[in-house]
């Protein structure tokens, strides 16, 4: 059967789903030591005048963030992505310093980094304490339009499940502080230790979200509602659905796969509540050990089932969901793109794969940074 989706058809006839927009961030690092910097202040001054709104700093000046403007095109955000990358490595440049698209820096020298300062900044550090030490990570957020809050909130209880899959999916971090963690998305772990991160819990309704969120404050879990980290939210700024999952991927084209998948997931949750189903009951204890599986053994590993349990390959999972989806890829026009580029994905390997075979031929982290620098502003998805 059909999905029924909400499209849209623009001037060019091109049918598309809800509109969607991605946020990216990028470390910053020096191309001799190809070790992190700081340094973004100067860069995004720069990327501002060419971006505008679309880049602007982050949690520490090691970091930038570019986000896209809403858009129903899958294509048309590829190109969005492709172009801010590009221009923010072109602003780099001008200091003589690099960006890379990585969960986590390669070598060492990350730790405590240098936390942007400002009233909020610092509320976070007297707060968060040593858990701003390992800020140094870099994630992609998908924002999906959903300004009805409350189907915002119970199709994020239809997201749940998949959370770990995305994690695999797009697992960029192997390497911390110059060691291998043995860990595909390395990044996972350390966002894992904050209060309120990981996958949310199963909402029935505004009030009980406002309810938790009004717990969560009595007890000084968080800042503002901007500190409530979950994998999946209501924006704070935005009327969207934020999945905030993922590892920045090495290539733009890689986000665009993830932001066309979650959208595809988002309709099929707004299908399932509009029938009156507001989501699975899924164990936390299965959450926790699927995103330690994923995080460990990324796309070239296996993911348990929910209920049972039983590990099954990851690439098989994936190929599943997107057969399931693709009524709606189809109908938004994503799924030739989705399926050739998750097609390509597992032919080349996923990041952690890619960047432990630049390390791999000459057994130099070096490498993996060169190898990051190179192909963060290509655009395409890539081989080692």
Request: glycine share 10%; aromatic share 4%; proline share 7%.
């Amino acid at each position: 059967m059909e999905a029924v989706v909400p499209v849209q058809v623009g001037g060019d006839g091109v049918v598309s789903g809800p509109r969607l927009g991605v946020e990216e961030e990028f470390l910053l690092v020096d191309p001799v030591s190809r070790g992190v910097v700081p340094g973004a202040g100067a860069v995004v001054d720069r990327a501002v005048a060419r971006l505008g709104s679309r880049v602007s700093g982050e949690i520490t000046t090691l970091h930038v963030e570019t986000r896209t403007d809403p858009t129903a095109s899958v294509r048309g955000l590829l190109e969005q992505l492709v172009e801010a990358r590009r221009v923010v490595a072109e602003c780099a440049a001008v200091d003589g310093l690099r960006i890379v698209a990585t969960g986590t820096p390669v070598l060492p020298g990350a730790t405590a980094p240098p936390v942007t300062r400002g009233p909020r900044q610092d509320r976070g550090t007297a707060t968060f304490r040593g858990l701003h030490d390992e800020l140094a990570i870099c994630a992609l957020h998908v924002h999906v339009e959903l300004p009805d809050r409350e189907r915002a909130l119970l199709v994020s209880n239809h997201l749940r499940a998949y959370l770990p899959l995305l994690i695999a999916l797009t697992a960029n971090s192997p390497f911390w502080e110059g060691r291998d963690s043995g860990y595909a998305g390395w990044r996972s772990m350390i966002w894992s230790r904050w209060p309120v991160a990981g996958p949310p819990p199963r909402f029935t309704s505004v009030a009980h979200y406002e309810r938790v969120v009004e717990m969560l404050s009595a007890a000084g879990a968080v800042v503002d509602p901007g500190t409530l980290f979950w994998d999946i939210r209501p924006s704070v700024t935005h009327p969207t659905l934020e999945v905030r999952v993922s590892d920045v991927p090495v290539s733009a084209q890689e986000s665009a796969l993830v932001a066309a998948l979650v959208r595809a997931l988002v309709v099929r949750g707004l299908e399932a509540v509009d029938r009156g189903d507001h989501g699975p009951e899924v164990a936390g204890e299965w959450l926790r050990a699927a995103y330690w599986r994923a995080a460990r053994d990324g796309l070239a590993g296996s993911l348990p089932e929910v209920g049972s349990g039983r590990l099954r390959p990851a690439r098989e999972v994936l190929g599943e969901v997107v057969a399931w989806l693709a009524p709606v890829l189809r109908a938004c026009g994503d799924e030739d793109l989705v399926r050739g580029w998750s097609e390509r994905l597992l032919a080349v390997g996923g990041g952690a794969v890619r960047q432990r075979a630049a390390a791999g031929r000459r057994g130099r982290l070096t490498d993996v940074v060169d190898f990051l620098v190179a192909q963060t502003v290509v655009g395409e998805l890539q081989p080692a």
